[in-house]
């Protein structure tokens, strides 16, 4: 990336926010964050390593801290943690929004997002930002409290892949139809490094929720992020959300170029559907339409906009849901309930027997509503791994509401035939009165007492890098293990707080004995090692996936490749994201296999390759580490550098 005349969006809202390195030359970049976002599930400990930095009160542009996840509050942990990131926020001038305003993602596009900022949250689905033309970042934890704490966020220099949309969608076909095009032509792997910019005449003729569809779906591909211009139509949305001072224009100058490009003709797409088990398990819904469907469950961040559950309500309008299938609803904030209340669709969709569920995560992260033993469910969520609903043996599909509510009509898998528009609204109702400590914000109300239940543990730090490690494969995994995998959320979720607690259940999907083998190696003085396939640690930003791991005594990671998010938040907490050189050597370590690392810390010092003496012979390993990566690998991570 190097600076021209004639830019893209990308390198407009980038190059106006690098504090460190040179697009031109550097492969990473420091940028400055003007926006943060947690939710509960990871703000918890974002918040108490920010503590842990000493910092008076936070120190950018806005911080706002979401309760969307863990709302089930059965037992005292979820409300514990209420508790304490309330105290948090007044303390430190962070924007709190409480249980049941809704889903941090819509929230934010909603209230908060700016065209032409940074914006940084501990959620993988940050990105949804892009939709109103942000730069917006999915990271760890602890990435967010740096940049809390006035810190710079670290980007390998992208390379940008425009998407040009041409045409006009069709009815019946929606956002989550696009996304699901791009998915099915670049896969969940291999995009690391890239954002993929929204080009063409296409652009215009999507409302804002829909490009918000895209942009948070395009955290499945792996890449930084994506975004969309900022143009008449964010204009538009944005006066309607009474922010119309907050519109800028972003444009891309006439002649701007790209690293590569790909073109999507809208009027020539389909309704798509992603099949058990992965989002880039592309295939057409008219290949598997007639499949009996047992569960629907329409919400999450992906596809909960009024523009969404209102396409919905004009489906089932005036019928009733299938007899044998169970429909769920959750809006994606109280402003869409509220508008669904006002037009009459909260009436149309209690008569059609829908399920109305909080406006929360819930479903879409295995909290509650999972399917019976060996059921299809439609979901218009973003991932369906392997038991994330919380039931192993439940066939996933994620689909559109057009394709959803359809379906839900006869209980089998439907295309839409078509239904009216709905226009983008005029005016939203506004009503922010869940968004406490607005008045303090940024400044905070120093002396706020913090309220730390029995689940607030305090947070691990790691342990300097050793000369030379021996330890042990204390796990061999194959391809595609998502966080979802090393650590599960669902009914654990609520241990996010406490890691000694919450590491008992790490890999407990692969294999439950992991944590006291680890245990047993870690208090021997023995290092554990995880060995992994392709796209290790994919899915999402959750921290507790490298902290956990840190807790039980693992160093380093052997995997044929990592994911980026994962990858930075091994590196975060002191764990050696190393590859395979060759990657057919994965074969040659088995489970438990002796495992020594001769000349570790001078290998990070130097050029990150290795040679690791296995029983049955030698396997050369590398870590491509910058400077600073370097620093905090070999200091035991992020906190313990401070
Ligand atoms: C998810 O969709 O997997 C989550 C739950 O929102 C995660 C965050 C988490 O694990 O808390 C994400 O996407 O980053
Ligand atoms: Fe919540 Fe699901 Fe979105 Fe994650 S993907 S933020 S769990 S709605």
Redesign the pocket.
């Known amino acids: 990336m190097t600076e021209k005349k004639a830019k893209n969006v990308v390198e407009k809202i980038l190059f106006s926010h690098i504090v460190e390195g040179d697009a031109a030359k550097d492969a990473e970049l420091g940028i400055r964050i003007d926006q943060t976002l947690t939710?509960d599930?990871?703000g918890t400990m974002a918040y108490l390593q920010f503590e842990a930095m000493g910092v008076e009160h936070v120190k950018n542009a806005l911080a706002v801290s979401y309760v969307d996840?863990n709302t089930v509050q059965i037992g005292f942990e979820n409300a514990d943690d209420h508790d304490f990131l309330a105290s948090i926020a007044r303390r430190y001038g962070i924007i709190y929004s409480k249980a049941g305003n809704g889903i941090c993602h819509q929230l934010h596009l909603e209230r908060f997002g700016k065209p032409g900022t940074t914006l940084l949250g501990s959620?993988?689905?940050t990105p949804t930002g892009g939709g109103i033309g942000q730069i917006a970042i999915?990271a760890g934890g602890i990435d967010i409290a740096v940049a809390m704490a006035g810190g710079s966020f670290h980007i390998p220099t992208p390379k940008v892949r425009a998407i040009r949309l041409v045409g006009n969608l069709r009815s019946g076909v929606s956002a989550k139809d696009v996304i699901l095009k791009v998915l099915e032509r670049f896969g969940t792997k291999g995009n690391v490094g890239w954002i993929f910019e929204y080009t063409g005449p296409g652009v215009a003729t999507l409302d804002v929720p829909s490009r918000a569809t895209i942009a948070n779906m395009g955290?499945e591909l792996g890449v930084t992020t994506s975004v969309f211009p900022s143009d008449g139509v964010t204009r538009q949305f944005l006066e309607a959300q009474g922010r119309g001072a907050d519109w800028v224009e972003i444009a891309a100058d006439e002649g701007a170029s790209y690293d590569d490009e790909f073109e999507v003709d809208l009027g020539a797409l389909e309704p798509m559907a992603a099949a058990p088990h992965s989002p880039g398990n592309v295939v057409t819904v008219r290949s598997f339409a007639g499949t009996k469907v047992n569960q629907i469950m329409i919400g999450s961040c992906t596809n909960s906009s009024y523009r969404d559950i209102r396409t919905v309500a004009k489906i089932l309008e005036g019928r009733h849901v299938a007899d044998e299938v169970e429909v769920g609803i959750a809006c994606g904030s109280r402003q869409v309930v509220n508008m669904l209340a006002q037009d009459g669709s909260l009436a149309t969709l209690i008569k059609a027997g829908c399920r109305i569920l909080e406006n929360a995560?819930g479903f879409?992260?295995g909290a509650h509503m999972s399917p019976a033993t060996g059921a299809v469910s439609l979901r218009t969520n973003?991932?369906n791994f392997e038991g994330r609903s919380g039931t192993k043996s439940a066939q996933v599909y994620l689909v559109s509401p057009e394709t959803a509510a359809a379906s839900a009509l006869t209980g089998v898998v439907t295309v839409c035939e078509g239904v009216e528009p709905v226009n983008a609204p005029a005016e939203f109702p506004i009503d922010d009165a869940m968004f406490l400590y607005r008045e303090t914000a940024c400044r905070g109300v120093p002396g706020t007492e913090i309220v730390r239940g029995p689940n607030i543990a305090p947070v691990p730090k790691g342990e300097a890098l050793p000369a030379r490690l021996a330890g042990c494969a204390t796990i061999k995994v194959g391809d595609k293990i998502t966080?979802?995998h090393i650590m599960p959320?669902g009914a654990r979720l609520k241990f996010?707080s406490n890691v000694p607690e919450y590491a008992k259940y790490v890999f407990e999907p692969c294999d439950p004995t992991f944590h006291d083998r680890a245990m047993v190696n870690k208090n021997n003085g023995a290092a554990n090692v995880i060995i992994a396939g392709e796209s290790y640690g994919q899915?999402?930003?959750?921290e507790h996936a490298a902290l956990c791991p840190m807790y039980l005594g693992v160093k380093a990671v052997i995997a044929k490749s990592i994911e980026r998010i994962h990858r930075a938040n091994l590196i975060n907490f002191g764990i050696v994201p190393f590859t395979f050189e060759n990657p057919a050597d994965y074969d040659k370590i088995r489970q438990d296999d002796g495992l020594l690392f001769e000349g570790l810390r001078t290998a990070i010092e130097g050029d990150g390759r290795l040679t690791v003496r296995t029983p049955h012979g030698s396997v050369r390993v590398k870590t491509v580490l910058s400077a600073r990566e370097k620093r905090l690998i070999l200091c035991g991570g992020l906190l313990a550098s401070l």
């Open positions: 939710q599930a990871t996840h959620d993988s689905h999915g955290a995560c879409c992260i973003n991932r966080t979802d959320a996010r899915g999402s930003s959750r």
